[in-house]
């Protein structure tokens, strides 16, 4: 018999101290992602942060929910962002992941999205017929240095036992690599002569109005209140011991080596233009949200603004999909190689809107900007 537990909100208090569920042989959520829940600005005290799924009284898959804000045809609406779904493999042809997403998508009344899954979940999700396409996302993977240690075993396992090896091959390369991008780097900071930068902890007046004069369209309306929240309540948090932890109790993101956010305001002639927000997660930096007012003497200067730091921080690969930076990117001799990116999205139907060309999906949107 298949049995769904629901956590709301109000019940993370209670939970925090459920020992049943904290001593299972693996995890539905860590502690740290309830305490995020718990403070979500957007998450009212019924809202539904998991569900965990019974057999016959054995805890064997959970779904977790990303309370937001989103903005479509003029109007402000809920929605509920799939952040988690896991299934224990013995499960197979039982139905539980199945009853699931049914029983989220009651709970919810529809008003589901996914920011991003894989081919198998989407043909699950598709096969469901409560969703529709939102947006398929052109991005770009901007590579500075070379990473054969990741890229090789992750292309072909059986190449596992050569990592050794495969780092030695990587310093050698980002010896030569390293002298191309300090001459490069000079390059950069002459076209940033009249930039300079505010790093924040939270988004003060003059970011709120960038944001405010540059989100038109944006599916979600980020506020201070939501990026003050985001950096205070992290869903990864650094972990240098991390091969003493049990991060693998847990099927998603839990302990990384590090794991940063910044916040950056961009001022030039000492008018503040621009708001950047970056994930830098290990040697990948990640470009969540941009804000700018388009045009390509802005998108150059945010793109060399983030070249720059990518640079300063020993990064190996960058991922964007703003428009303007991508431009830039595709144009720029910095980096070692370029890989096309495709993000997809989808929503619910019960939204009641097909066409989604007039609708602006930032990386961060959705659970993106977390892990």
Request: hydrophobic residues 40%; charged residues 25%; contains cysteine.
């Given at each position: 018999?298949?049995?769904?537990?629901?956590?709301?909100?109000?019940?993370?208090?209670?939970?925090?101290?459920?020992?049943?569920?904290?001593?299972?042989?693996?995890?539905?959520?860590?502690?740290?992602?309830?305490?995020?829940?718990?403070?979500?600005?957007?998450?009212d005290n019924n809202?539904?942060?998991?569900?965990?799924?019974?057999?016959?009284?054995?805890?064997?898959?959970?779904?977790?929910?990303?309370?937001?804000?989103?903005?479509?045809?003029?109007?402000?609406?809920?929605?509920?962002?799939?952040?988690?779904?896991?299934?224990?493999?013995?499960?197979?042809?039982?139905?539980?992941?199945?009853k699931i997403l049914?029983?989220?998508?009651?709970?919810?009344?529809?008003?589901?999205?996914?920011?991003?899954?894989?081919?198998?979940?989407?043909?699950?999700?598709?096969?469901?017929?409560?969703?529709?396409?939102?947006?398929?996302?052109?991005?770009?993977?901007?590579?500075?240095?070379?990473?054969?240690?990741?890229?090789?075993?992750?292309?072909?396992?059986?190449?596992?036992?050569?990592?050794?090896?495969?780092?030695?091959?990587?310093?050698?390369?980002?010896?030569?690599?390293?002298?191309?991008?300090?001459?490069?780097?000079?390059?950069?900071?002459?076209?940033?002569?009249?930039?300079?930068?505010?790093?924040?902890?939270?988004?003060?007046?003059?970011?709120?109005?960038?944001?405010?004069?540059?989100?038109?369209?944006?599916?979600?309306?980020?506020?201070?209140?939501?990026?003050?929240?985001?950096?205070?309540?992290?869903?990864?948090?650094?972990?240098?011991?991390?091969?003493?932890?049990?991060?693998?109790?847990?099927?998603?993101?839990?302990?990384?080596?590090?794991?940063?956010?910044?916040?950056?305001?961009?001022?030039?002639?000492?008018?503040?233009?621009?708001?950047?927000?970056?994930?830098?997660?290990?040697?990948t930096l990640k470009?969540?949200?941009?804000?700018?007012?388009?045009?390509?003497?802005?998108?150059?200067?945010?793109?060399?603004?983030?070249?720059?730091?990518?640079?300063?921080?020993?990064?190996?690969?960058?991922?964007?999909?703003?428009?303007?930076?991508?431009?830039?990117?595709?144009?720029?001799?910095?980096?070692?190689?370029?890989?096309?990116?495709?993000?997809?999205?989808?929503?619910?139907?019960?939204?009641?809107?097909?066409?989604?060309?007039?609708?602006?999906?930032?990386?961060?949107?959705?659970?993106?900007?977390?892990?």
């Open positions: 018999m298949i049995r769904i537990e629901e956590i709301r909100k109000k019940d993370i208090p209670t939970f925090f101290n459920d020992s049943f569920f904290w001593n299972q042989s693996f995890l539905a959520i860590t502690k740290h992602r309830l305490h995020a829940h718990l403070h979500n600005p957007n998450c809202d539904i942060v998991l569900l965990l799924a019974f057999l016959n009284e054995e805890l064997v898959g959970y779904m977790g929910l990303f309370t937001d804000i989103i903005q479509l045809e003029g109007k402000s609406d809920k929605i509920g962002w799939l952040s988690t779904w896991w299934v224990h493999p013995k499960t197979k042809g039982t139905g539980v992941g199945r049914e029983t989220m998508y009651e709970l919810n009344n529809g008003k589901i999205g996914i920011s991003q899954f894989t081919e198998s979940a989407r043909r699950v999700y598709d096969k469901s017929g409560y969703f529709v396409s939102l947006k398929e996302s052109n991005g770009i993977k901007a590579v500075l240095r070379s990473n054969l240690v990741f890229v090789i075993p992750t292309l072909y396992p059986k190449t596992t036992s050569l990592k050794s090896v495969l780092l030695n091959v990587d310093r050698l390369i980002n010896v030569f690599v390293n002298l191309k991008l300090a001459l490069q780097k000079r390059s950069v900071q002459k076209k940033l002569r009249n930039i300079s930068l505010e790093y924040l902890s939270i988004p003060d007046a003059e970011v709120s109005n960038i944001i405010a004069s540059n989100n038109s369209g944006h599916i979600s309306n980020k506020t201070s209140d939501f990026f003050e929240w985001l950096k205070k309540c992290p869903w990864v948090l650094e972990a240098p011991l991390l091969q003493y932890t049990e991060k693998n109790k847990y099927a998603f993101s839990m302990y990384d080596n590090s794991f940063s956010y910044y916040y950056i305001k961009i001022i030039k002639n000492q008018v503040p233009i621009a708001f950047v927000v970056l994930q830098v997660r290990n040697s470009v969540l949200f941009a804000y700018y007012a388009k045009s390509t003497e802005n998108a150059q200067m945010v793109s060399d603004v983030i070249k720059l730091h990518a640079i300063t921080q020993n990064i190996r690969e960058v991922i964007c999909y703003d428009e303007g930076v991508v431009g830039q990117f595709k144009e720029s001799n910095l980096f070692l190689y370029r890989r096309k990116k495709i993000k997809s999205s989808i929503i619910s139907k019960v939204y009641k809107k097909t066409d989604f060309d007039d609708v602006v999906m930032n990386f961060g949107d959705g659970d993106c900007c977390f892990a």
